[in-house]
């Protein structure tokens, strides 16, 4: 059973690998990546209290660069869908059967 999982956890990764929004989250990550502009306001970010109106000016400015709402967007996107997966595989991994059941 183990072992019938972990092939069926490949196949699951390997879909997900060929997925158009798996390929275009790591396109914008990429991109994102690149944009030293944006690396410097995502540090500053990390650093302010997220209760202060600093924090909150940051982070409307962050949202206000498309390249990254479209990150975020893809990453919520993937985010349920592997909430779906787990979900699945729980209702997959809880059925218990018992061989000797009583009468």
Request: glycine share 0%; hydrophobic share 30%; with cysteine.
């Amino acid at each position: 059973m183990k072992e019938k999982m972990n092939e069926m956890m490949d196949t699951i990764l390997s879909i997900l690998d060929r997925d158009e929004r798996v390929i275009a989250l790591k396109r914008q990550k990429q991109k994102l990546i690149q944009d030293e502009y944006l690396l410097t306001q995502l540090q500053t970010l990390r650093t302010l209290d997220p209760y202060s109106d600093e924090y909150k000016k940051q982070k409307q400015q962050l949202f206000q660069n498309p390249d990254f709402v479209k990150f975020k967007q893809l990453e919520n996107e993937i985010d349920f869908l592997i909430l779906e997966i787990n979900q699945k595989l729980k209702s997959l991994t809880e059925e218990r059967s018992c061989n000797h059941e009583n009468y």
